[in-house]
């Protein structure tokens, strides 16, 4: 998001905030502490860490958090929600000097925005900065339930959050190929018009499985968001890597 204009990020964290409110963070942020094995005083990684909703629950927590963004907006408003963590503007395609981690999490569909190279680099990175028996938490959307839903509407899926007499109308769609999903948020508010696209990778379960194990990882489990076993019929999709 760092080539965005500022107003740009404004309108799209003045919809999302309304969606991500203090009940939603928790939940996640308990589904994290879960399945990443979280413990206090541990050392964690929140790569594109947005504005700072995970980091906010992590220290509050008694974690030491690091969180990434490429975007000075995300990572203004990180610092302000969750001001004990420490903070770079940094693409996450660039992991060095940043130390030894007992965990990493690249959450909210983050994972898959580049090309499979470079996207399986990162995993490579990741997993050389975990210290022996460190997790990576990836959350992501599950590749079968979007074939699915894309057998069903063809032509895309629109979705919409209103608030406050202002709307975003996100429409996306599946790619030709079927890896990836491709889509745009048009954010109407206050009488101004702003879009922020979005390209995405779709793995299936066993995809992302296969990179992990291939990228470093010794084990991974596959779960849906709520924590529980990983269906066909799940949404979401989050896989928990060991080194």
Same mark, same amino acid.
């Given at each position: 998001?760092?080539?965005?204009?500022?107003?740009?990020?404004?309108?799209?964290?003045?919809?999302?905030?309304?969606?991500?409110?203090?009940?939603?963070?928790?939940?996640?942020?308990?589904?994290?502490?879960?399945?990443?094995?979280?413990?206090?005083?541990?050392?964690?990684?929140?790569?594109?860490?947005?504005?700072?909703?995970?980091?906010?629950?992590?220290?509050?927590?008694?974690?030491?958090?690091?969180?990434?963004?490429?975007?000075?907006?995300?990572?203004?408003?990180?610092?302000?929600?969750?001001?004990?963590?420490?903070?770079?503007?940094?693409?996450?395609?660039?992991?060095?000097?940043?130390?030894?981690?007992?965990?990493?999490?690249?959450?909210?569909?983050?994972?898959?925005?580049?090309?499979?190279?470079?996207?399986?680099? +990162? *995993?490579? =990175?990741?997993? $050389?900065?975990?210290?022996? /028996?460190?997790?990576?938490? #990836? !959350?992501?959307? %599950?590749?079968? +339930? *979007?074939? =699915?839903?894309? $057998?069903?509407?063809?032509? /895309?899926?629109?979705?919409? #959050? !209103?608030?406050? %007499?202002?709307?975003?109308?996100?429409?996306?769609?599946?790619?030709?190929?079927?890896?990836?999903?491709?889509?745009?948020?048009?954010?109407?508010?206050?009488?101004?018009?702003?879009?922020?696209?979005?390209?995405?990778?779709?793995?299936?379960?066993?995809?992302?499985?296969?990179?992990?194990?291939?990228?470093?990882?010794?084990?991974?489990?596959?779960?849906?968001?709520?924590?529980?076993?990983?269906?066909?019929?799940?949404?979401?999709?989050?896989?928990?890597?060991?080194?």
């Amino acid at each position: 998001m760092s080539n965005q204009d500022p107003s740009t990020i404004a309108d799209f964290l003045y919809f999302m905030e309304l969606r991500y409110d203090d009940a939603r963070n928790k939940r996640e942020g308990d589904l994290l502490w879960q399945l990443g094995r979280i413990s206090p005083g541990e050392r964690v990684l929140d790569i594109c860490c947005g504005w700072g909703r995970t980091a906010r629950y992590l220290t509050d927590r008694g974690v030491d958090v690091v969180g990434i963004d490429n975007s000075p907006e995300m990572i203004a408003r990180a610092r302000s929600a969750a001001p004990k963590a420490e903070y770079h503007i940094r693409d996450m395609r660039d992991l060095s000097g940043l130390g030894r981690f007992d965990v990493a999490l690249i959450w909210w569909s983050s994972f898959g925005i580049f090309d499979d190279r470079t996207d399986r680099e +990162i *995993l490579q =990175q990741v997993a $050389a900065l975990l210290r022996p /028996g460190g997790r990576l938490v #990836v !959350e992501t959307v %599950n590749g079968p +339930i *979007l074939y =699915q839903e894309w $057998a069903n509407n063809p032509g /895309g899926k629109t979705v919409s #959050v !209103e608030r406050d %007499n202002n709307i975003m109308v996100d429409h996306r769609q599946m790619k030709p190929d079927g890896r990836r999903i491709a889509g745009e948020r048009t954010m109407y508010r206050n009488g101004d018009v702003t879009r922020l696209g979005y390209d995405v990778r779709v793995f299936t379960p066993s995809e992302l499985e296969y990179w992990m194990l291939t990228c470093g990882f010794k084990d991974v489990a596959l779960y849906d968001r709520k924590g529980n076993d990983l269906t066909l019929s799940s949404y979401g999709m989050v896989a928990v890597g060991t080194v």
